[in-house]
């Protein structure tokens, strides 16, 4: 939300004048900067108003909506294709004016080459002869030259079309994104948004290339028929005829390309929405040891991708080899027929024929077959982002009423009943009523699952609603049960679009506790926040979202769940300060499980399995006899009333909270700063993000040789050498043979004519038969090496891509925190999506056309040996002009790559806070935005097509020359110089332009595509983890007794980075259960990163005994069980989730999963374990994905379970289910937990306090609550009164369950039974 950057520069296309404008030399300012140094955003130039995304985006929306109702008047469905057409159409069509010239000029060279040919076998010296041949000369220099001009000028304006098509799509899919109500989001993924965005809409820049040709193909065809039949009469059509029969065989090849292109583009969208939750989830899927199946998903998916790459690569293999063997099939077809009807072969006819074959052979056997391919993709393209524009909206929310006085907000809800999804039987909320003023706190509790936060979504309309009523009266401000950070400041967090005034955003930062975390923090508030906060701790995020939702200064406030994240001290100064002080005159409905707030609200609202079980204010409910606990308990489990010291607490908590006066809730002001006032105890360091590397000169011959011997050895690079020279000798040969053949017929005629003797014939069958042997095996090596070629590189595709993502799978967490995913997933998406099609193409192309032009360049120098002198010349200017171009070519791609990144970075930042951005209705803010960072790309694309047609322009100028020189020089050495050898060497030099161009510039192509090469080998080769498993392997059934042990340790997240663990010395005995307490950024998580050695601590971590940094990591994380603070769930069936590796029985799922009371809610699911889950896990609350991670930890059976914050986001019913089922089931473990509610730890065997990475305290509770001016008797009593006798006695209770436990777990201990392993 903050400014992009500095201003651009002018763009100077603006003010050109015409000759500036043809040939391009606006641009050479530009050159000159990146001549002298390496270019930077600031260099390049604004977009042109007309190329600006908002205003392209507008007018294709506006088409769009029209197209819509449109449709809907003629009972269609709407077609996105209808609508380009309408926006784009007329200026598109002015281009093909361009094109329809260039192409006239091209039939018309190859009669004039005819022309000067007839002089050469005339040969007749008179003056008037001369002056003809000289004019045909000019002639056709100024035809190459008009073509040069006009050819890039379409080119230049049709991709400038393209990438306006794509701006305008891209803008209506993000503003799509943005309206996508529930129902279509469980349709689509993050994936598939990015690789509409990423790999989609680039087909409108190729389509455009070739769509005119559609037209001019046929046209053109035509006129080249007229024009044959007038040269050689009808054995033309013999040639035409071959045209006619590739021409539907490479469309057949356009449609099965298009056919793969559909299957790869499903399997790259599984990819990489596969890699985004990778890469999302990597903590977790590190701490679990869960890579190896992680990598086997990605690999099979990617086989398959391969596979299909594979095949449509040959296809385009046999369409490049048709198009280069094409003219050879025609020319020997036409030779054959001619020669065989009785003619006799001229050079003249021949080579006009030749030269009238070779302007149609592009249009009809490349640009003709590409249209029809590219139209194919598109449709393709366009078909998948129609239906993704085709998903529900949410409703436009009904113009919240204006407020008269602040007085009259409100919110009232009336018998309403809503679901998610329309399918299900029960509705997610069942009628239901209240009304909500000002200055009123509605509390909303209820178990897991209960439809609190759907409750929420209600008000807000992401949920549609199936009847009843809800009105709205004033502007709503959100906070997410799952807090929101945007890659940004913290700053720009808080703001979120508003104007900064100071006064009231200090309030406001005091009021959610971040003062001291802002002032702990090196750049305070302007500190840059990554991806999701990454570089936050939870309770750090949930207040930095809270106080976005209160500088808003909204007249109602929703808030889901603000409390859980933070700790009880820092839990108590935002409900007073914040909700109950700033707040306080606003309506606010607060989502909460904290029983202890309860008797603060004006009503309570109970929820549970989405009807509303009771209503009313805290005493009413308690005079009604309402029991809380009971309440958010499940009644189908009469067991669970076991009297549980948790459960006993809470109870016993709901009667006793009424006694205990809004009065006597200790201001937390006193001893805000004196609890745990370490002098920095900001234990979570940040880690800035990193900037993308950018690498600069040359690509080196090394990445070439790594290229291709990632996709075969020396032998088969040997074998594919060998074929391409073949291929190309053999085909200089055949057309070198041609001219033998004419000048040997002219021999012939001219003794017959001098002696008048008999008409002698020339062995025809010697002719033929080598003409036919030259042609058969030019075909063969053709496709040969075409083949070969694409299965080398597409291997190293697929070489490269297993390399990088191998390396990305055993990073260190750093990695991750410094970089954001849109990053990483544009190495995966782009990159590879280079690598797989777009690179292999170009470089065979660059390759073939660099050896054509080694041979026209051989031709004519065996024939005027002396047009080798101006080469030599024109070869120097030539290497000047690609350095020169370069230099800055280079730069401009990369930073291309670069300021695309952010795009689909905003794109994916924008989707996880689709709800909190339309709550606070600044869709217009992320669409601006979405727009800048657009015109930042459009910027760098622009000036990619308009620098490439610089280059070109000059060296097609180049070509032109050297024409002139070969056309003028052949007239003037016209002594001893057959007409068939000038035929050769003028038609080859003509196709020189264009090609020779394009072959530079597809060199240039392919050395910036290896700067993907390059991105793509640099992440394989990141520093990478420890290894996951290594030769000290220690017991099979170790730990047995899960003693841990710190020894001197510290810990830092990454080299040069503070310790956020200072010194510590500590040990957790064996089946001991320590709660491990601390105020946010205390480093109770960064202990556990310790533990699991997410980077390697300093010191000693000893676990029964074994020095855990010297066993494999593998070996270390999976024999401890973790339920991490976000619960993550991955798409996929839930079986997967529970066990990625196959090794429990489904019993043994069921019932891990009836322990944590998940059983009845997967029993429900359509294909209960094999329901596929949607993408993170999102059609489950968030609370029921904390019990399937707990569900996890009870499979894996293992001595040491750690529990970091995992009962956050759950009510104290489900708690203290957890609790007990922790209790139950890792009786004989060692359970660390961390917790922000101290019930939750109170009864462990010991405590841990920690402040600022170091051990204050570490004591059995009882012991240290004796201690009045301990940390823990501190936090104990900033609970409140009522809460706080509840924990001492809670505290003193193990104590005298100790006598009696101590004899029975003696008896009970039993090891893990081999039964309970995998059958």
């Known amino acids: 939300m903050e400014p992009r950057r500095k201003e651009a520069k002018d763009n100077p296309l603006a003010t050109a004048n015409l000759l500036s404008k043809i040939f391009f030399c606006w641009l050479n300012p530009l050159f000159k ?94 003056p008037a002869e001369i002056n003809e041949a000289y004019n045909y000369a000019a002639g056709i220099s100024v035809s190459t030259l008009g073509v040069t001009l006009l050819h890039h000028l379409y080119f230049y304006h049709v991709q400038r079309a393209g990438m306006k098509i794509r701006v305008a799509v891209c803008h209506v899919v993000y503003r799509k994104a943005l309206c996508l109500n529930s129902t279509a989001l469980a349709k689509t993924t993050t994936g598939q948004i990015v690789n509409l965005l990423s790999n989609d809409v680039n087909k409108f820049d190729e389509v455009t290339l070739y769509l005119h040709f559609l037209w001019i193909g046929p046209l053109q065809a035509l006129a080249v028929i007229l024009l044959l039949l007038y040269a050689i009469g009808p054995s033309c059509l013999a040639g035409m005829l071959i045209f006619v029969i590739l021409m539907p065989v490479q469309t057949m090849f356009g449609r099965l390309f298009s056919r793969f292109r559909a299957e790869t583009a499903i399997l790259t969208d599984d990819r990489i929405r596969t890699m985004n939750e990778v890469i999302s ?53 036409t030779v054959c027929v001619y020669v065989l009807t009785g003619n ?188 999701r906060g990454t570089n936050l701790s939870g309770g750090q995020k949930a207040r930095v979202s809270l106080a976005r939702a209160v500088y808003q200064d909204a007249d109602i406030y929703l808030l889901d769940d603000p409390l859980s994240a933070v700790d009880a001290e820092v839990g108590r100064h935002l409900f007073e300060e914040c909700i109950c002080g700033l707040l306080k005159k606003k309506p606010r409905i607060l989502v909460t499980h904290q029983l202890q707030y309860l008797n603060a609200a004006d009503q309570i609202v109970v929820l549970k399995q989405g009807h509303m079980v009771a209503q009313g204010t805290f005493s009413e409910l308690q005079h009604c006899g309402v029991d809380f606990t009971s309440l958010l308990k499940d009644e189908e489990n009469p067991e669970d009333e076991r009297q549980t010291p948790s459960s006993g607490m809470v109870s016993h908590c709901s009667h006793t909270l009424s006694n205990h006066s809004n009065s006597s809730m200790s201001s937390l002001s006193s001893s805000q700063y004196s609890l745990m006032d370490g002098t920095q105890s900001h234990a979570r360091v940040m880690q800035p993000i990193q900037e993308e590397t950018r690498s600069e000169g040359d690509v080196g011959l090394h990445l070439y040789v790594k290229y291709f011997k990632a996709g075969a050895n020396y032998m088969v690079l040997f074998v594919l050498f060998l074929l391409n020279v073949l291929a190309q000798t053999t085909f200089v040969l055949q057309d070198w043979w041609l001219a033998c053949w004419a000048s040997e017929q002219k021999h012939i005629n001219v003794t017959e004519h001098l002696n008048g003797s008999l008409p002698r014939q020339l062995d025809l069958d010697l002719y033929l038969g080598v003409y036919a042997g030259l042609t058969v095996t030019s075909v063969i090596f053709g496709f040969l090496r075409c083949l070969v070629f694409f299965n080398v590189l597409v291997s190293s595709a697929q070489t490269l891509h297993n390399n990088m993502f191998q390396a990305i799978l055993r990073a260190p967490v750093h990695f991750f925190d410094i970089n954001p995913i849109g990053r990483i997933l544009n190495r995966f998406s782009k990159d590879i999506g280079y690598l797989d099609s777009v690179l292999p193409w170009t470089y065979v192309d660059f390759i073939q056309v660099l050896l054509q032009v080694v041979g026209v360049i051989a031709v004519a120098g065996v024939i005027i040996p002396w047009i080798l002198l101006p080469v030599l010349p024109l070869l120097a200017v030539f290497l000047f002009l690609r350095r020169y171009f370069l230099q800055t070519s280079r730069d401009i791609k990369r930073l291309e790559s670069t300021t695309r990144s952010p795009v689909f970075s905003h794109l994916s930042s924008s989707l996880q806070g689709l709800t909190t951005i339309r709550a606070f209705k600044v869709h217009q803010n992320f669409q601006q935005m979405f ?161 699991f050695r997410l980077a390697e601590p300093e010191g000693r971590i000893m676990i029964d005994g074994v020095l855990t940094s010297e066993i494999g990591l593998h070996t270390l994380r999976q024999k401890m069980s973790i339920i991490p603070q976000d619960p993550v769930l991955f798409t996929g069936t839930m079986r997967k989730n529970l066990d990625p590796f196959s090794q429990h029985t489904d019993e043994d799922l069921w019932n891990a999963l009836q322990e944590v009371q998940m059983k009845v809610v997967v029993e429900e699911l359509p294909s209960k374990l094999e329901t596929l889950l949607s993408e993170a896990g999102a059609n489950f609350s968030v609370g029921q994905r904390q019990l399937v991670c707990l569900a996890r930890a009870i499979l894996r059976k293992n001595c040491i379970l750690i529990i970091d914050e995992a009962t956050a986001n759950v009510d104290p019913r489900t708690d203290s289910l957890i609790q007990q089922t922790i209790r139950d089931k890792f009786q004989e473990c060692t359970v660390l937990t961390i917790a922000h509610r101290l019930h939750t730890i109170i009864d462990c065997d010991r405590i841990l306090v920690l402040d600022a990475g170091r051990i204050q305290e570490y004591d059995e509770p009882h012991v240290l609550l004796q201690n009045h001016q301990s940390l823990l008797y501190q936090m104990v009593q900033q609970t409140g009164r009522a809460e706080a006798t509840i924990l001492l006695h809670t505290a003193k209770q193990p104590i005298q369950l100790a006598g009696v436990n101590s004899s029975a777990m003696c008896t009970r201990f039993v090891p893990p039974s081999p039964s309970s392993s995998p059958r």
């Not at 086997?296 to 391969?306: A, Y």
Request: proline residues 3%; glycine residues 6%.
């Open 344 to 531: 006799r072969l001229s050079a003249s006819r021949v080579f006009m024929a030749v030269a009238l074959y070779g302007a149609v052979r592009l249009t009809i056997t490349l640009f003709f077959p590409c249209a029809v391919e590219k139209v194919s993709e598109s449709l393709v393209s366009i078909r998948r982002i129609q239906g993704f524009l085709l998903l529900d909206e949410v409703c436009p929310p009904s113009p919240s009423v204006t407020v008269s006085q602040k007085g009259d907000c409100m919110v009232k809800v009336q018998d309403l009943t809503c679901c998610w999804d329309q399918l299900l039987e029960t509705p997610t909320l069942n009628n239901m009523t209240f009304t909500v003023t000002s200055e009123q706190l509605l509390a909303v509790i209820g178990p897991v699952g209960a439809g609190k936060s759907s409750l929420l979504c209600a008000i807000l309309g992401e949920l549609s609603q199936q009847s009843g009523l809800i009105k709205v009266r004033g502007d709503v401000s959100y906070t997410s049960q799952l807090p929101w950070i945007l890659p940004g400041t913290i700053r720009s967090n808080i703001l979120f679009g508003k104007e900064f005034d100071s006064q009231k955003y200090n309030r406001v930062v005091r009021a959610c506790a971040l003062k001291r975390d802002l002032d702990l923090m090196p750049a305070g508030d302007l500190t840059v926040v990554g991806d």
């Open 33 to 126: 900067v990146g001549y002298d140094r390496k270019l930077e955003e600031e260099d390049m130039y604004k977009v042109l108003p007309e190329d600006a995304s908002d205003k392209l985006g507008e007018e294709l929306q506006w088409h769009w909506d029209q197209e819509v109702k449109q449709a809907a008047k003629d009972l269609r469905s709407a077609s996105l294709g209808k609508a380009l057409i309408h926006c784009f159409w007329k200026s598109y069509s002015l281009i093909g004016i361009y094109i329809f010239i260039e192409e006239i000029i091209r039939v018309i060279q190859p009669v004039l080459l005819g022309k000067l040919l007839e002089y050469f076998e005339r040969y007749n010296t008179s």
């Open 931 to 1091: 727009d800048d960072y657009q015109d930042l790309h459009s910027e760098a694309w622009f000036l990619f097509l308009a620098t490439s047609r610089w280059f070109a322009i000059r060296l097609d100028a180049i070509c032109s020359i050297f024409v002139t020189i070969t056309a003028f020089g052949c007239i003037y050495l016209r002594d001893g110089l057959d007409a068939g050898a000038v035929g050769l060497a003028l038609s080859y030099a003509v196709t020189l332009t264009g090609m020779f161009q394009w072959g530079v510039r597809q060199s240039a192509e392919v050395e910036n595509m290896m700067t993907s090469v390059e991105r793509v080998v640099e992440y394989a080769k990141l520093e990478s983890e420890a290894s996951w498993e290594t030769d000290t392997r220690p017991p099979s059934d170790w730990p047995k007794t899960g003693s841990i042990t710190f020894d001197k340790v510290n810990f830092s997240y990454g080299p040069s980075k503070p310790f956020v663990l200072k010194n510590l010395n500590i040990t957790f005995s064996s089946r001991e259960k320590v709660g491990i307490v601390g105020r946010t950024g205390a480093g109770k998580s960064s202990l556990i990163s310790a533990l």
């Open 281 to 333: 989830g990597i903590r977790v899927i590190k701490m679990y040891g869960w890579e190896k199946p992680f990598a086997k998903l990605v690999d099979d998916v990617r086989r398959m991708e391969i596979s299909r790459i594979m095949k449509s690569s040959y296809l385009r293999g046999l369409n490049m080899a048709s198009f280069f063997v094409a003219s050879k099939i025609i020319i020997f077809g």
